[in-house]
């Protein structure tokens, strides 16, 4: 299709390539009236949305606000928690259910944080949505994916997604990638009548088709609705939790009920203070927290990088992006800006030239006026009137000019090298296309045949000077030179094959290279810089020539740019390739199913890939890397497979999300950390008390004070707090490593304190006494399992630890706060006592957690 017939749709006419001696596209498969398909009314749009014949999906990057609101509701832990809370609320008295109002506001709090992140992410969805472009009452639309109905015709370009099902009305040299669904990697060409499968995407050429599935009764939406939602899981943060929870379950359901069968039946306590103080025991075994933290600290960094127009398609991507060694970018539109500016027009074939000299004799070439060739100054075939010899040189680069204004206008959607052209030269003079060949990343080239205003036609090639031109030719040379500059170069040549040729690249006569200037991204540098000092390697995999994509590399500061590797040559080989791919920083002329062997290749090497692309190209290796990332600008297919959207094209932004990454695991690895510490000694406790067969030291209230103070609050702040320490893996391991340690030193000192206050302590109230000395001690070891936590200290972190023990000094000065959590320091004794335990159990914790810092630190 012609340019014009992509903004209207009207009847063909003459130079639409349609009509008589025009072939429509390079396969001829003369769609017959194709531009005829005027698209539905408004009507009849009308009719199919009440009958419910619309696309409606399900938004990929958002849950819904009732499966939020389920997921942080209705959980195994609070369904235990409620049980323990309606408990207490029946024996009393309510302080001793204090428990259950943190997990109300616990569990309100990762709602909201949520459906802020849900907002964020649909707001910016909106931004990033692709919207197809339709016809309807005649005219070519866009509206958004979920407006589509049943029998709407939609255009097509080369990087567009196929949404819907259905079936091809018009082919303009349509090529569809269904490798996402067939895992066929050849490109698919598509005629009138062919089927087409959502899921799918266009490589090449354009066309249209019409919707004949829409919703969830398309190819796609039936395969992946439920893996193309926004998730939570598949990351190694929440597996990880996941089995720390297991490991919980195992361990208190056993304990919980050793306790309440030794206060039950071995205490002979009286019934209601016996259920407290096994709802005291079993309550702090749960890390209740951990998860509600994890999804908040995931939370907050997707609003975080909205407000830096980072779309976050799928939650694991912000910590898979932190997890990273290697990152492969496509230079163009990455290290690159989309646009370009043509520098230099260079004519090959002039006097003295090899191929000037070659083509002087009425080869068909500009200027020498024979037949089936143009002539540059006339434009005439056969019998043309040439032009005089002092003009030829002038006038054989105008018309060269106007070849190039021709190629542009013949493609409906220019990529950014053939836009470059089209903004340098519009006019197209009398030429134009009579069938074209789009450009596909597999061949390199593109194509079309021209024909003048006296019927002289010509085929002709732009694309790849090293794919067109064979080894050893002496414009190779020029080009080298032009690529070494960071240039981009491209040959204008003329084909004595037919466009749909397989071998129409073969024996071209070379007229022309166009010059293109790359515009640099500013903030490339620093980027690049900033994954060296990370230790991430970078890697540039681009189409592009080698050696060009090399130099503006190099430009940017990267190692290794000045050994760039043609990707012909690398080996098919996995293991080889892998090896080449570790030595090497940039390759060129990589094709796209190349740039998917490759991640792979990587991958096979225990690396952890991301990749970055804005281009159709891109598709497949964005598709297996373990993170991929898309520009805003990019082809609708790209962002459909991405895990990242920079909607502002910025690749300065990734930095940002490998920053939001470290955050969330860094936090959570120290939150757990506490959280867990809590558990094993909360389960610590219950055991030896069961062993002594003596009542469990404390209440509820308590263990909610101490659990308040020492890791809800302490653990919100640690968890939201700047974090850039490289993530490292094992979480599970790392974690447990520190927490079990310290639970088992933090209860053995509390159980400690408890006995001797068991033996000190005599008389009616010697139970409340007891518990008291007991609490101080568990409460001053736990604060310094904080202590070391919130290392390295900030002033907001020492004010954090200072504020937490100023509250609990609070309560144990204040008249109505002792009586209500039934705290009350007898003598002074055995508060000493306490204090000199917690101080041996703080040195304790000192030890060990150097010794495992020093022991485990270098694996991890």
């Known amino acids: ?371 089936g060739g143009h002539s540059p100054g006339d434009g005439s075939g056969e019998g043309g009137s040439g032009q005089d010899g002092s003009r030829e040189g002038c006038s054989r680069e105008a018309y060269v000019r106007q070849v190039l204004g021709a190629l542009g206008q013949a493609d409906p959607r220019p990529n950014a090298s053939l836009q470059a052209i089209i903004d340098a030269y519009p006019d197209a003079g009398p030429l134009r296309a009579t069938g074209t060949l789009p450009f596909s990343s597999a061949r390199k080239y593109s194509g079309a045949s021209l024909e003048n205003g006296d019927g002289a036609r010509a085929i002709w090639l732009l694309g790849a000077p090293d794919v067109l031109l064979p080894s050893g030719d002496e414009a190779l040379s020029a080009v080298d030179d032009l690529n070494a500059q960071g240039m981009r170069v491209l040959l204008l040549a003329r084909s004595g094959r037919e466009l749909d040729d397989p071998e129409a690249h073969r024996d071209v006569q070379p007229v022309a290279l166009v010059v293109l200037e790359q515009r640099l991204r500013p903030d490339a540098r620093d980027t690049l810089r900033y994954f060296e000092e990370q230790d991430v390697q970078a890697k540039v995999i681009s189409g592009d020539n080698a050696v060009s994509v090399g130099a503006v590399a190099g430009k940017l500061g990267l190692p290794g740019a000045d050994a760039p590797v043609d990707a012909r040559k690398l080996p098919d080989d996995a293991d080889a390739m892998a090896r080449r791919l570790e030595e090497g920083a940039v390759f060129g002329r990589v094709t796209p199913q190349q740039k998917q062997r490759m991640v792979g290749a990587l991958q096979s090497r225990r690396h952890i890939v991301a990749m970055t692309g804005d281009g159709v190209n891109d598709v497949l290796a964005l598709k297996d890397a373990d993170i991929g990332v898309s520009m805003g600008a990019g082809s609708e297919a790209t962002k459909a497979v991405a895990q990242i959207v920079l909607l502002n094209n910025s690749f300065a932004t990734l930095p940002s999300v490998v920053a939001e990454g470290r955050r969330v695991i860094g936090n959570i690895t120290r939150v757990a950390t506490l959280f867990l510490t809590k558990t094993v000694y909360s389960v610590l406790l219950a055991i030896l008390v069961a062993c002594w067969q003596i009542p469990y030291p404390y209440l509820p209230r308590h263990l909610t004070l101490l659990s308040t103070l020492t890791i809800g609050v302490p653990a919100f702040f640690l968890a939201l707090a700047p974090n850039k320490e490289r993530a490292k893996p094992e979480f599970v391991k790392r974690v447990m490593r520190y927490s079990v340690p310290s639970g088992l030193i933090t209860g053995v000192a509390a159980f400690l304190t408890y006995m001797a206050a068991r033996s000190h302590y005599t008389g009616p109230d010697a139970l409340s006494a007891e518990t008291s000395a007991a609490t101080l001690t568990l409460f001053l070891t736990a604060m310094w399992v904080l202590v070391i936590i919130a290392r390295p200290y900030t002033w907001w972190r020492v004010g954090l630890v200072l504020a937490m023990a100023l509250g609990f000094l609070v309560v144990l000065v204040v008249p109505w706060l002792q009586k209500f959590f039934d705290l009350r320091l007898v003598g002074t004794t055995m508060p000493w006592v306490a204090v000199g335990v917690a101080v041996v159990a703080a040195v304790l914790l000192e030890v060990v957690w150097r010794v495992v810092r020093g022991r485990f630190e270098e694996e991890g």
Request: hydrophobic share 40%; charged share 25%.
């Open 1 to 371: 299709m012609t340019q014009r017939a992509r903004t209207e749709v009207e009847e063909p006419g003459p130079g639409d390539g349609s009509g008589p001696g025009g072939t429509g596209h390079q396969t001829g498969d003369g769609a017959p009236d194709q531009r005829r398909h005027g698209g539905l009314s408004a009507a009849e749009v009308a009719e199919r949305v009440g009958r419910g014949e619309v696309n409606d999906i399900p938004v990929r990057s958002s849950r819904s606000t009732a499966d939020i609101v389920r997921s942080n509701v209705f959980t195994r832990f609070n369904a235990i928690i409620g049980v323990l809370f309606a408990i207490i609320l029946i024996v009393g008295p309510i302080q001793d259910g204090l428990f259950g109002f943190v997990i109300v506001a616990n569990t309100g709090i990762g709602i909201i944080q949520e459906l802020r992140a849900k907002k964020t992410l649909d707001s910016l969805a909106v931004i990033g949505e692709a919207k197809p472009t339709v016809r309807r009452d005649g005219q070519a639309v866009q509206v958004s994916t979920s407006e589509v109905v049943l029998g709407d015709v939609l255009e097509l370009g080369p990087g567009d997604k196929i949404i819907v099902d259905g079936e091809v009305l018009e082919a303009d040299g349509l090529e569809i990638d269904e490798s996402l669904l067939t895992g066929e990697a050849d490109p698919v060409v598509k005629k009138p009548g062919d089927k087409l499968m959502s899921g799918s995407f266009v490589v090449a050429g354009g066309g249209a088709f019409t919707a004949t599935k829409v919703g969830r009764e398309a190819y796609a939406a039936q395969l992946a609705e439920e893996a193309s939602r926004f998730t939570l899981v598949h990351s190694e943060l929440r597996t990880g939790i996941s089995r720390i929870l297991k490991y919980v379950t195992w361990m208190m359901v056993p304990t919980a009920i050793g306790l309440i069968l030794s206060h039950l039946f071995t205490l002979n306590m009286a019934g209601d203070e016996a259920v407290r103080r096994m709802v005291g025991g079993i309550v702090p075994m749960i890390p209740e927290g951990l998860v509600l933290l994890t999804s908040v600290a995931f939370a907050i960094g997707v609003i975080r990088l909205g407000r830096k127009q980072c779309l976050v398609q799928e939650l694991p991507a912000i910590e898979g992006l932190a997890r990273v060694d290697v990152v492969c970018l496509d230079k163009t539109g990455t290290l690159t800006e989309g646009g370009m500016d043509v520098s230099e027009l260079r004519m090959l074939g002039s006097p003295g030239g090899r191929s000037g000299e070659e083509r002087s004799e009425g080869d068909g070439s500009p200027g020498d006026g024979s037949e």
